[in-house]
T-cell receptor, first 116, second 116 residues
């Protein structure tokens, strides 16, 4: 079955530490990949997305993610986290590529807690 | 840009009553809107895909007669939870894609439904 896995459920970091959140999916075809962030009490916001081209994509607030096709992965990274990055992070995959007929499948989410 | 609103933000109702939740795209037209359900500490589960002017497509296991979806215009979709029961208590989130073929979903702030 098509699925998206986020291996880190709860991550606690100190400010200025580096962050990497894992995301893997199970699907052999074309995919569109997304990372969304949900700050406490707020709605989901798009951090970054990958459709095609350069597998290293940069998003807002200093986040980036790398698509490694051979590993079916799309890990999220940030070199130096801030207390304001405390939030829930969701990886989402649209399997089958572009076009608005396919649905987004979300990972379980990772809770990031940054200690000041 | 690409703002999605939901109304109400929270609602409490008695068991057996029906509740309508509105999802509006405020600054764009949305050919497709999606309805999700988010359980505490869990990921988003897609309930249905709503296309303007046509019947919604429900995910497996989602009762279409219980969760009525209407997408009457390019800026409004409604979800009606009919004969609500306590197990329907949840956080309901909608999203919308701005243009035909767009793969980026923009999310509303969600509606917290509590059924007593």
């Amino acid at each position: 079955a098509q699925s998206v896995s986020q291996h880190n459920h709860h991550v606690i970091l100190s400010e200025a530490a580096s962050l990497e959140l894992g995301c893997n999916y199970s699907y052999g075809g074309t995919v569109n990949l997304f990372w969304y962030v949900q700050y406490p009490g707020q709605h989901l916001q798009l951090l970054l997305k990958y459709f095609s081209g350069d597998p290293l994509v940069k998003g807002i607030k200093g986040f980036e993610a790398e698509f490694i096709k051979s590993k079916f992965s799309f890990n999220l990274r940030k070199p130096s986290v801030q207390w304001s990055d405390t939030a829930e992070y969701f990886c989402a995959v649209k399997m089958g590529g572009s076009g608005n007929t396919g649905k987004l499948i979300f990972g379980q989410g990772t809770t990031l807690q940054v200690k000041p | 840009g690409a703002v999605v609103s939901q109304h109400p933000s929270r609602v409490i109702c008695k068991s057996g009553t029906s509740v309508k939740i509105e999802c509006r795209s405020l600054d764009f037209q949305a050919t497709t809107m999606f309805w999700y359900r988010q359980f505490p500490k869990k990921s988003l589960m897609l309930m249905a895909t709503s296309n303007e002017g046509s019947k919604a497509t429900y995910e497996q296991g989602v009762e279409k007669d219980k969760f009525l979806i209407n997408h009457a215009s390019l800026t409004l979709s409604t979800l009606t939870v009919t004969s609500a029961h306590p197990e329907d208590s949840s956080f309901y989130i909608c999203s919308a894609t701005p243009v035909q073929g767009s793969d980026t979903q923009y999310f509303g702030p969600g509606t917290r439904l509590t059924v007593l």
